[in-house]
Every structure is written in C-alpha cells, then in structure tokens.
C-alpha cells in the first residue's frame, strides 16, 4: 500500500508518478550576486554560471528578510516575516502557525520523497530542523568548522561555534573567538560543503532507482558564510590584489541611525576588534575569504549538477539556485547581513525548468515566490495552506520574462526599540518606513533611494523626493501591518 500511495496522489492530480517533475532546490548560505554570471569580474563560479544560463535569471530577486532564520521561514512557509511576526534567530515557526505546511510537506502530500542534506532550515541559536518536513530526517552540516586548533583557541568551543550547535547559549561572551578565515591544503571533503555534495550524489542515486516516486531534494551549502574556510586551492584562485576596499564606507547622509549597523555577527570573529572595527588589511583579507568560499561552494554545486545530468535527471527536474540574503563587505562600514540596504537583500536566484526557455529577467522577485512557483510548476493544486502565501507564482515571468506579475518587492527588518522597517524596492527606488507596529505611518522615520542615480546609496532622499515618498508609501499601504509578535503570543 505504501508504495501505491505516491502513484495514486500522483493520478489523482493529473499526473503519473513518472511524469511529475523532480525538485532540487539548492540553498546557499549568504551568497550574494558576486558571481560572474551577474557581472562580477572578480568572482570565480563557473558553476553557478553555467547553471544560471540553463534557466531563468532573476537580476532584480530579493530576500524578506537578511537574516538566516527569518529568511529560510520565508522560503518554506511562503510567508513574509511581517506576517509571521518572527524576525529573530531562535523563535520557531511553529510558535506562530502551529499547523504550518512546510514547502517540503506540501509536496510530501502530493507524492514526493522529501530529503535534505544540509542547511536548509535554521538550526543554531536555540531553533532546530524538524522531523514534519522531511521524510526522512536530514543531515545537519557544521557551519562553523576549523580543521586547525590553532584557528578556534586551540580546539575550544568558539562564540559562533556555540550558537550554530546551540550550546551554551546563555555564555556567549565568555567563549573564545575563532578565526574568520581558514586556508588548509585538504581535499573538497575537508569541509562540510564537500561532504554535502558527496551526500546528495548519493541521494541522486538512490532516487534514480525509485522510479515509482518523484523526489524533492533541498540541498544547503553554508558557504560563503562566515568563517571562510575553504581548501587552499579555492584561495589560490583569486589574486588578493586585485580586491579593493569599499568604496562608500560611511552611513547614508541623513539616514536614521539606527538604520545601519556595527560589529554584531562579524566580532565573534578574530582578528576583528571585539568592539567591530576592521582595518583595511583585514577587511581584504574578508573579501578575500568570501570570494574563496564561494568559489570553493561553487565547485560542490558543480559536482551534484554534473551527477544529475549523468543520472539523466535533469531533463525532468526543476532546479532552484537560492541565496538566502546578501552581505555587506564593508559598503557603509558595514559586515555580514541584518539591515534594509540593498547589499543584504538583493539575492541570485535561478529557476530551471523542464520547457522553459533560458534567459533573464528585471521581475522583482520575493524569496516567498518560490512555494507557489514550485507548486506551479510541478502542476500541484494552488497551495491552501495554514500560513499566509504571500508569494505570487513566478511562472508567467519563466514563460516570458518580459511579463512583470507585480511593481515591487518588500522586505523588512526590525530594530531597537519596537521598531520594524519595512521596505518597498521598485526597480529604480527603495523607501523604508520605520516604526513601531499599530503606529501612525504619519510618525515614522523614512529612508529612500535612488538606484539610478545613486547605486551606493549615498544619501537618504526622503525629504529631498517628497512625491515618489507618496507613491511608495501607497504601495506599503497595501500590505498588512507588520506583525510584532508570534501571532498565537497576541493577549
């Protein structure tokens, strides 16, 4: 009976278990556009280059939220952070829609085998993976691995080490800091990227035998993430002189304060100051180490793409490449992920599907498109779920990416004091309206930006643009509030 099952959901919504389409969906941890296929020079991915130009790329896609957890709630739930009312690390998703069905679990219901390997959701920081989306439990990477003990205080628990294993989280401080690059003369395997890889071949093959049943994979390389550490040869790749130092370091002219950010994830990190600070030799080597480490994760990616084409997979597989946010390499003074500027929201995104043509696309794209895209796509019922879907089905765009299915796409992040700015991005401006949930939009702060005019994000021209200022805060008012809780934690 149990082999039945998949065959007979697979009939009753209109396809046989050999026609449905295969899922890989391959999630890379803080990648951001630096690849060659976006015009990035200096970037070394061959791989994901000759991914993208096998499907659709998405130049203008952009993540709900730059942050790890948030963001890949967003991915699996379809729901944007505003709606959930979680934007922290370490708060489940089931604290705000208990009976939540997870990307994977959708297709679960429909007849699909759902395996992962790898990051895919958060766990570190007190969250966990769970055992409701997947049939069968997943692999859990290292995010924050040394292979030398001299890089992580002579083999002890580092800060960063603590939090993604979600040990002693109540001591943070009182841990050492680990090195924030790592150059060894190891094999692929070393690190854990190279082991997914190897994983997800082997997955590959076994599902190539269950010709009964469809596969959806979510694969989860963690690198670029913080720290870079990658085999030598992926460091070798990159000449360190030909890195230059941002060219924007100060906060936008009349942005509000509290809008940018120092230190935080990056001061965990030796040789950073404890207090954030990063002189000009060490915020090279960083560029550095992130160029390497995503040419050291693009080398793993090419390796389970070359297994599916040699599996003969691909030609009924639906691949999705997904960053989950961008990161800042010292633009504004700032390091890693966590504001509304367009460095640690714009993400790449690719989506290749059986018939569709390859090409590119200025759609403005959510991270939240991907659920009902995917459903689509697999010719799923529309999803009825739950959790809000607030993603629109991207497959007009795939189809003719001259089709534009809406005129922005929205972010947010929160700040002290209650405060969560939401953002609109048009193609040429983003406003952030910043405030406390139930306030009078007339009371916030706002920042705008003209990407015409000034890609780096110069100056806040929210004073200086009065009237796009209404015509963006219009397209905000169209949405909901921003949730400030868990909505089961509301009195």
């Known amino acids: 009976m149990k082999r039945l099952l998949p065959v007979l959901l697979a009939l009753f919504s209109g396809l046989s278990a050999e026609e449905k389409p295969n899922v890989l969906l391959i999630c890379v941890d803080d990648l951001k556009p630096a690849l060659g296929c976006y015009g990035d020079k200096l970037a070394r991915t061959p791989n994901l280059d000759r991914l993208a130009a096998r499907g659709m790329r998405f130049d203008l896609a952009y993540c709900n939220q730059s942050v790890c957890a948030a963001s890949r709630n967003n991915l699996l ?62 692999v859990i990477p290292k995010v924050v691995e040394y292979l030398d003990p001299k890089n992580s205080a002579d083999g002890q628990l580092t800060r960063e080490e603590a939090f993604f294993t979600n040990q002693k989280l109540g001591e943070i401080g009182k841990l050492p800091r680990g090195s924030a690059w790592e150059s060894m003369e190891v094999s692929d395997e070393g690190y854990s990227d190279g082991r997914t890889a190897t994983e997800i071949i082997k997955r590959l093959q076994a599902a190539k035998e269950r010709k009964d049943t469809p596969f959806f994979i979510g694969v989860g ?23 230059q130092l941002a060219a924007n370091q100060k906060s936008p002219e009349g942005a509000p304060p509290y809008a940018g950010k120092h230190g935080g994830e990056i001061s965990n990190f030796d040789p950073v100051k404890p207090n954030g600070d990063v002189n000009d030799e060490v915020a090279r080597k960083l560029i550095h180490g992130y160029y390497a480490a995503s040419s050291y994760m693009d080398a793993q990616l090419g390796r389970v793409i070359d297994e599916l084409d040699r599996l003969e997979l691909s030609k009924n597989t639906i691949i999705v ?69 607030d993603g629109l089905s991207l497959v007009p765009v795939l ?26 991005r048009t193609e040429r401006y983003r406003l952030v309206e910043w405030k406390r949930p139930g306030t009078p939009s007339d009371d916030a702060d706002f920042e705008l930006y003209d990407y015409e005019s000034d890609p780096a994000e110069s100056e806040n021209l929210a004073k200086k643009k009065p009237e796009v200022v209404k015509e963006l805060r219009a397209m905000l008012a169209r949405q909901p509030e921003a949730e400030p809780r868990p909505i089961n934690l509301r009195k």
């Open 321 to 389: 490449l997904w960053g989950d946010h961008g990161w800042h390499l010292g633009d504004h003074g700032i390091w890693t992920k966590h504001t509304n500027y367009e460095q640690a929201n714009r993400i790449p995104l690719f989506i290749i599907a059986p018939g569709m043509k390859p090409g590119a696309t200025r759609q403005l794209a959510e991270t939240v498109d991907i659920y009902p895209t995917l459903a689509d796509l697999a010719g799923l019922p529309k999803p009825a779920v739950p959790q809000p879907i």
């Open 77 to 138: 739930l379809g729901s944007r952070s505003t709606s959930l009312g979680i934007y922290d690390l370490g708060t489940n998703f089931r604290r705000a829609v208990p009976d939540a069905v997870t990307l994977p679990q959708y297709f679960m219901k429909h007849g699909y085998r759902a395996e992962a390997v790898g990051k895919i959701l958060h766990t570190g920081h007190g969250n966990v993976d769970e055992a409701a989306s997947w049939s069968v439990a997943t």
């Open 399 to 424: 189809k003719d990416p001259s089709v534009r299915i809406r005129d922005n796409a929205t972010h947010a992040f929160p700040r002290g004091e209650g405060r969560i700015g939401r953002a609109i």
């Open 221 to 243: 390389f963690v690198k670029p993430h913080l720290p870079f550490s990658a085999p030598q040869k992926y460091w070798d790749l990159h000449d360190p002189a030909k890195f």
